[in-house]
Every structure is written in C-alpha cells, then in structure tokens.
C-alpha cells in the first residue's frame, strides 16, 4: 500500500501563491505517475496536472496551464503542486493521486491511491 499526505493548503487573495506538497510512504516502487486532482462542492473530481515520476514528464489542464507547475523530489518520495496567479475558479479541495498503470491517467478512476485532500481558498 502507498499512503499519500497532503499539505501547504490555506486562504490566499486572487493573484497570489501556494504551494501544495504530498508526502508518499509505504510500497511506492510501482508507482509510475502522480498527478494532482480538485473538487470543488458540488463539482467532480477534476484533474489538474500529472507527472512522469521516472523522466519528470509533466501535463496541465488547460484551467491552469501557465500558473501551475507539478514537480517532484524522488529523493524525499514528494509531490508539489507551485499555485501562481490563482483565481477564485482554483477554489477547491485539492487531492494527490498515484497511479500504477498508464491506462488512464487523466481520470481519477485510473489512479490507486490518494491523500486526504487539502483545502486551497481564492478570494476576490
């Protein structure tokens, strides 16, 4: 089993930045992506960006192209999402994932294990 903790959550105003970190432990030698997905209320699970863990290939929504990068530390087994220019639309619980195939990665289905979620609030 992988366990997945998330952080770095908080109340920002619009145009300001965050920086959201996921702590990965346990059985993570056959995790092969991470990715970072958010759930407004109401809303689905919608995903955010996802990153190759081995080559550190990286893939965003078209939401957040160009204000968030998705990077990670192999090292230390963590995940960071860098939040820059946020708006009141990026208000959501925010949730790191890992996936174990490539099958889909672009959905929460095709991932295995997830943190707890961390809240992130935009205001205007």
């Known amino acids: 089993q992988v366990q997945l903790v998330e952080s770095g959550g908080g109340s920002v105003q619009a145009g300001g930045s965050l920086k959201l970190s996921c702590a990965a432990s346990g059985r993570t030698k056959s995790t092969y992506f991470m990715a970072w997905f958010r759930q407004a209320p109401g809303r689905e699970r919608d995903f955010v960006a996802v990153?190759?863990?081995?080559?550190?290939?990286?893939y965003y929504a078209d939401s957040v192209k160009g204000r968030f990068t998705i990077s990670r530390d192999n090292t230390e087994n963590t995940l960071y999402l860098q939040m820059d220019s946020l708006k009141p639309e990026d208000t959501a619980v925010y949730y790191c994932?890992?996936?174990?195939?490539?099958?889909?990665?672009?959905?929460?289905?095709?991932?295995?294990?997830w943190g707890q979620g961390t809240q992130v609030t935009v205001s205007s």
């Open positions: 990153i190759s863990w081995s080559e550190g290939g990286a």
């Open positions: 994932a890992a996936a174990q195939s490539s099958l889909n990665i672009w959905r929460s289905g095709g991932y295995d294990h």
